[in-house]
């Protein structure tokens, strides 16, 4: 149940930011709950080869590359979604950045035990 909510509320953030940000679009609502799954699997599966190959830029940059990564990340889902798009690394990389703020802020109102 609670990656069903993940899911959705991940969805909701994408919604939320394809309206704010002029350089990122999402067609529907499927096409978020799509751009969901697809982003939990590629950071499950693909990130963590990209972490593993980047290891001395990660580390020298001192951690910074990982925001680069994530960009990476949002644009496989780009090319691998018809409904979303992503005009370029640096619109990936605002929208990695909030996304992140979001599912922050969401994770915390939902987990309110």
């Given at each position: 149940m609670k990656l069903i909510i993940k899911i959705l509320l991940t969805a909701i953030a994408v919604i939320i930011l394809a309206n704010v940000l002029p350089g990122v679009g999402?067609?529907?609502?499927?096409?978020a709950i799509i751009v969901a799954v697809v982003l939990g699997l590629l950071n499950l599966i693909v990130k963590p080869i990209l972490v593993i190959f980047t290891l001395p830029v990660t580390i020298i940059t001192l951690g910074l590359f990982l925001l680069i990564i994530n960009a990476i990340i949002i644009l496989i889902a780009d090319?691998?979604?018809?409904g979303f798009s992503v005009s370029n690394i640096w619109?990936?990389?605002?929208f990695s950045l909030l996304l992140s703020v979001l599912q922050s802020i969401f994770e915390?109102?939902?987990?309110?035990?």
């Amino acid at each position: 149940m609670k990656l069903i909510i993940k899911i959705l509320l991940t969805a909701i953030a994408v919604i939320i930011l394809a309206n704010v940000l002029p350089g990122v679009g999402v067609d529907n609502y499927l096409t978020a709950i799509i751009v969901a799954v697809v982003l939990g699997l590629l950071n499950l599966i693909v990130k963590p080869i990209l972490v593993i190959f980047t290891l001395p830029v990660t580390i020298i940059t001192l951690g910074l590359f990982l925001l680069i990564i994530n960009a990476i990340i949002i644009l496989i889902a780009d090319a691998l979604i018809s409904g979303f798009s992503v005009s370029n690394i640096w619109w990936a990389l605002l929208f990695s950045l909030l996304l992140s703020v979001l599912q922050s802020i969401f994770e915390s109102l939902v987990s309110t035990d």
